[in-house]
């Protein structure tokens, strides 16, 4: 008996944590960086699974952009956006795409 009062102790705070953590997350606004392959993607699919929108920032690797993009949209909204972040004109550039398309004020 007590193992099972445990065990749905146990379900029930998980599932209060999951409720709790899309709350917390709930309309907020990532850009990653380096999002089109490697710890970029794997960071951009976890925020997608929080309900985060994610912003995916590439260089070179549009195709893997893309592929990110895919992988967001499965649980969130995303969008793809290029610049060389050492280039300060380019960095300017990418707040003001991200500005064009309406997307809300970057939150995180």
Do not use: C, W
Request: glycine fraction near 6%.
């Amino acid at each position: 008996m007590q193992k099972q009062l445990l065990m749905l102790f146990v379900s029930f705070l998980s599932h209060r944590m999951d409720k709790i953590m899309s709350d917390i997350f709930h309309n907020k606004v990532m850009l990653v960086t380096g999002a089109s392959g490697g710890i970029g993607r794997a960071i951009a699919e976890e925020a997608s699974k929080q309900g985060i929108t994610v912003l995916i920032h590439y260089r070179k690797n549009k195709a893997g952009a893309e592929q990110s993009l895919k992988e967001v949209e499965k649980y969130a909204k995303g969008a793809i956006f290029s610049a060389d972040l050492s280039e300060y004109e380019e960095v300017k550039k990418l707040f003001e795409d991200i500005k064009k398309r309406d997307i809300p004020q970057l939150t995180i």
